[in-house]
């Protein structure tokens, strides 16, 4: 048993460390021992984000012979005062924001633009056109 366990051939395990973004955009660079580039961002479903220059992120390291680095996230900013557990806060760093409740409510912080249809209580939104 124990000879068997020395012949096989370990597979390095994957890595994680915390670096400072120094390129933006699709592929992307990051300092941690030294800079790596051409990084791929991953992030949850649904859901696209593109680290600003000078942002903290975490760097994870696996693949085939744990060669390949991708960034994952990045360090929190501060919650809103009154977050509670199972709420999401969505933000931008010009302060746009959408915060979606427990209690159901969407909390929109910004422009609003909406491209398409917009239903109201199951109905399409007809703008009042009053005294004309």
Do not use: H
């Not at 020395?6 to 021992?33: C, F, N, S």
């Not at 961002?41 to 390291?61: D, I, M």
């Amino acid at each position: 048993m124990w000879l068997s366990e020395q012949t096989k051939t370990k597979m390095p395990m994957g890595d994680a460390e915390v670096g400072v973004t120094t390129i933006t955009g699709d592929k992307l660079a990051v300092v941690t021992r030294g800079e790596q580039r051409d990084l791929t961002v991953f992030g949850p479903g649904g859901y696209v984000w593109r680290p600003a220059s000078g942002e903290r992120v975490v760097v994870l390291q696996g693949g085939p012979g744990g060669t390949e680095r991708w960034v994952a996230g990045c360090q929190q900013g501060a919650a809103p005062v009154s977050m509670q557990p199972g709420e999401i806060y969505l933000y931008s760093s010009d302060g746009t924001s959408i915060y979606l409740r427990k209690n159901g409510s969407i909390e929109l912080q910004g422009r609003v633009s909406i491209t398409g249809e917009l239903i109201v209580n199951g109905m399409p939104y007809r703008p009042c056109i009053c005294g004309g």
